[in-house]
């Protein structure tokens, strides 16, 4: 989280030197149907009054950096990195930096509609879908689905925000307590969907799939296809896609003259250096040195 902390102090010290008041900023980073996520830089700190608001659905904030208080009606908690802050649609909630100024979050919301429909489907029985408790605390099984999202806010790498937006919320109802009957078992018809649609990604690597088209087309909710894509390819559908589209990209360099920027377009990608940053994770080469060396062997 180093970068993230770096962010936040540098916002600080900028509040400082000008004098002005303390703010909350959202930048967004992703949405999809049913969520979105955004990141939030605070720079209230001891002197200012402690703001209260409203939770605009289902809210599942990852504290990145600095603490603070967080009061709704189920209690007050101290919010610390790597603890996650927790919000019913419609609560009211107050924050305050009595302890010390400023923190970041990456928050995601959920629209209540699809946050029980997560919550279904990973094995939540009663119908009550509201949060009993202000937070969970900062859990080992939390670290890497926090630590993503750190390196996407901080766009090192490529980004997934819809899968991380699933395994977020089950991770928070597991952590809570919330599920209390085992998921149903994938089906034989499940697991032959996922490899229908793993033919669909290998013929059209570089189409906008998402794991919410994908889950479409494999007629499954995207839990379901999130959990039953892994157990049966070993993978996530977004490691299946970015590697499926790297092979992509590998060939039409190894056998054509198109620009390397034109070939990263074609197989999907939207940002020419995340294209090179994952093409040199892959193959332990520039995609310019892949082409060179492909030359040089059919020379």
Known sequence: MGKIAVTLQQALAQRAREGTRGSTAA?????????????????????????????????????????????????RELLTPGALLLGNNGDCFECGHRHGAGDRCIAFRYAPAYFERLAADAGMSNGNLNFRGARVPSLRSLSPLIA????????????????????????????????????????????????????????????????????????????????????????????????????????RLHDGSAKIVDVALDCGFNDLSNFNHAFRAEFASSPRTWRARGRARRA
Do not use: K, N
Not at 36 to 41: E, F
Not at 174 to 181: C, K, S
């Open 27 to 75: 930048r967004p980073l992703a949405q999809g149907a049913g969520w979105d996520v955004a990141d939030m830089l605070c720079t209230f700190g001891p002197r200012d009054q402690p703001f209260e608001e409203r939770h605009g659905g289902v809210c599942i904030a990852m504290v990145v950096a600095g603490s603070f208080g967080y009061r709704v009606a189920a209690g």
């Open 148 to 251: 993503r999202a750190c390196a996407g806010a901080s766009e090192v790498g490529e980004p997934v925000w819809d899968e991380l937006a699933v395994e977020l919320a089950v991770a928070t109802l597991d952590a809570t307590g919330a599920l209390t009957r085992a998921a149903q078992p994938a089906s034989a018809a499940a697991w032959s969907r996922v490899a229908q649609t793993v033919r669909l990604i290998d013929d059209a690597p570089g189409a906008p799939h998402t794991l919410a088209s994908l889950a479409a087309a494999a007629g499954l909710s995207e839990f379901y296809f999130l959990r039953t894509f892994q157990r049966v390819t070993g993978v996530t559908p977004h490691q299946y896609l970015l590697r499926a589209r790297l092979r992509a990209a590998a060939l």
